[in-house]
């Protein structure tokens, strides 16, 4: 019985809950329903390209490109919305989403076709993109009121008491939770980073599966794109800067093993939430905002420190029955 | 790494020494920096003269002095994404001593110090606690900038003495400039490091097969840690040179250098997976983003788009040569058939 509670989340979860219980000592309001259902909308974006970034993790990959992949189609249909302003939101979202499949689909052709290391394709594709944006917008900021009201009003309405941002990310965790764990694609890539060459000979083609991977963490970048330009309701070159690597901090510290393989839904979302939590408490307990930056540094290397250690297996596993056992 | 059924080809003979070397990387690579040069100097007349291309070589020696360190490195199977963060904050510990009233050898010395600290804390990581170096240089590269920003904020330190400017401003003699001098002098050092020593030899072979190298009586541990310690030195080097150049510190200094410098190393023929890759082909790739950066600069193409064409090189120069060899073992393919 003890087996089927996942450890690593668990402890992830209970130190969330220690930092709200020390916060709200420090300051009562931050535990309210309203400001804890603001901190999780603040956080959905992170969210969500955390899970897109598990995916690609778990094949023994790593996409760098997905803040830029977020920025450039963010500006791209913040462009389409100014040219075409009575352009319905589905549209919009399908936009989003196809274009960001498109960067994550030559980041994933890359990586298949041409065995390029992902770091390597990822490190040149995110400066391609970002300048792309440049060229695009020709480094002019897409403002408020440019944007149509619908644009900017989509990822802010209340559905149900929550912001349509927050169901979003609610929506994608559900989805990624059955795919990871109901699909041939989900369990696939658990198999292709848990063992490349055993995967070859159970019939799984590693290079495509890792292709899928760039398309869906592609795709995830690009919705997320649309909605983090609507929500802060402006474009330009540098939205997003530097936030392909907070979104690998939130794997990391959401126990995703960087070696591939090893990882969960719950892990990801909880390494975002842990981020997020911090993020929005320093201004509420009088720490200087300039702090963050060292606690999530201070946080991947706890996390990384710590998953070593529990994940070290004493013994190779030969039989089944002794895996289940560990 | 993934491509499972990929066979390895023996040739029946061994390429003449003058073929091999004709048909190597760093021959392509310099061929891409000839070409580069000669578009440039038709595209603007302002490529050609000695004292443009003189303040050129900034663009790139400041980074080639940590993409050496990190080529190794590199080589070794590991990489530390927080050489741009130990700028920050060898940069930043160095304002704070002027503060204090510190003069140029004492900034110097607290320069490399706070440089060889930070390599040693990466290296703990690595090699004691035995954790992939990517996750652990993500972090001390959030860590390192983090306190940086704790001590400065959104301040910035000036007021550096006059001698301290000589590293990123001088000049050696007529348009050779100090920086330069340390780009040769630290060029030199680690070719002879990696391809005249045995420690050179321990780093490929621990790149190639860690276990193997291990029950060859290699240190591993130890050869990791202290390219994590050289790797924070230069980077320690590079602050000092980025400081003096720019004769103030924010704490985001150097942000995103780190991306930069594996560019550099990539680009220079080094297997991002370890187990190959040389000095000089770290150089020629060093002098190729600079010619670039430059040339594009004097037609006014902004900085920005200019990494565009930072990213179509890096992927470029690596997929094509792949490109090719699908396409050749294609053909061979059909004519065997």
């Known amino acids: 019985m003890m087996r089927h509670i996942p450890v690593r989340e668990a402890i992830l979860a209970s130190a969330i809950l220690l930092l709200i219980v020390l916060i709200a000592s420090r300051f009562a309001g931050f535990v309210t329903p309203a400001n804890l259902a603001n901190v999780f909308n603040d956080t959905a974006p992170l969210i969500i390209l955390a899970l897109g970034q598990m995916v690609v993790i778990l094949t023994r990959c790593i996409d760098l490109s997905v803040a830029a992949n977020l920025a450039l189609t963010g500006m791209a249909v913040a462009m389409i919305n100014v040219a075409f302003p009575g352009l319905p939101i589905p549209f919009i979202l399908a936009i989003a989403v196809t274009l960001g499949a498109m960067m994550g689909a030559i980041n994933g052709v890359l990586v298949w076709k041409l065995n390029i290391p992902p770091i390597v394709v990822t490190l040149g594709t995110m400066t391609i993109f970002r300048g792309i944006i440049f060229l695009i917008s020709d480094g002019k900021w897409v403002n408020s009121h440019e944007m149509s009201p619908a644009f900017t009003g989509f990822p802010r309405a209340a559905f149900l008491g929550l912001p349509v941002l927050s169901w979003i990310a609610i929506i994608t965790v559900i989805a990624f939770g059955v795919m990871m764990s109901r699909t041939q694609f989900g369990r696939s890539i658990f198999a292709v980073g848990g063992n490349p060459h055993a995967a070859v000979y159970t019939g799984i083609n590693v290079g495509r599966t890792q292709f899928g991977a760039f398309v869906v963490s592609g795709a995830l970048a690009g919705l997320t794109g649309y909605l983090w330009v609507a929500r802060y309701a402006v474009a330009y070159v540098d939205i997003a800067g530097g936030f392909e690597l907070e979104v690998v901090a939130a794997c990391v510290i959401g126990g995703i093993s960087i070696a591939g393989g090893i990882g969960s839904v719950g892990g990801a979302v909880l390494g975002a939430i842990f981020l997020g939590v911090v993020k929005n408490a320093l201004p509420v307990v009088n720490i200087s905002p300039f702090w963050q930056l060292a606690i999530s540094g201070s946080a991947i290397l706890i996390a990384v420190a710590f998953n070593a250690r529990s994940g070290r297996t004493k013994g190779r596993i030969i039989l089944k029955s002794a895996e289940v056992t560990q | ?337």
């Not at chain 2, 690579?29 to 595209?43: D, E, Y």
């Open chain 2, 1 to 337: 790494m993934t491509n499972t059924t990929q066979t390895r080809h023996i040739p029946d003979r061994l390429h003449s020494r003058a073929a091999r070397l004709f048909k190597s990387w760093e021959a392509l690579l310099f061929a891409v920096a000839i070409a580069i040069f000669v578009v440039n100097s038709f595209a603007s007349p302002y490529f050609l003269n000695a004292w443009n291309l003189s303040d050129a070589t900034f663009n790139f020696t400041e980074k080639a002095m940590i993409a050496f360190a990190m080529a190794l490195l590199i080589i070794s199977g590991e990489i530390d994404l927080s050489v741009a963060s130990i700028i920050a904050l060898a940069s930043t510990a160095m304002g704070l001593a002027v503060q204090y009233g510190a003069g140029t050898p004492e900034l110097v010395a607290i320069g490399l110090t706070v440089g060889l600290l930070c390599g040693a804390f990466n290296g703990v990581f690595v090699t004691i606690l035995g954790l992939p170096s990517i996750v652990v240089t993500i972090g001390t590269m959030s860590l390192f900038r983090g306190i940086s920003y704790i001590i400065l904020g959104d301040d910035a330190f000036r007021g550096y003495p006059t001698s301290f400017s000589w590293f990123g401003q001088g000049y050696i003699y007529w348009v050779f400039t100090v920086e330069m001098l340390f780009f040769v002098i630290i060029a030199i050092v680690y070719a002879v490091l990696l391809h005249k020593t045995n420690f050179g030899r321990a780093v490929y072979a621990i790149g190639n097969n860690p276990t193997g190298a291990l029950f060859s009586g290699i240190r591993v541990a130890r050869v990791k840690f202290i390219l994590f310690l050289l790797t924070g030195l230069m980077s320690g080097v590079a602050a000092i040179c980025l400081t003096s150049r720019l004769g103030s510190t924010r704490p985001s200094i150097a942000t995103g250098m780190e991306l930069e410098v594996v560019t550099m190393v990539a680009l220079g023929g080094v297997n991002i997976l370890g187990g190959s890759g040389t000095i000089p082909g770290v150089v020629i790739a060093a002098f190729v983003m600079g010619l670039v950066t430059f040339g594009l600069g004097l037609l006014n193409v902004p900085g920005i788009v200019m990494s565009i064409f930072i990213g179509l090189l890096l992927i470029g120069v690596i997929a094509l040569p792949r490109l090719w060899a699908m396409v050749a073992a294609q053909r061979k393919a059909r004519k065997i058939a």
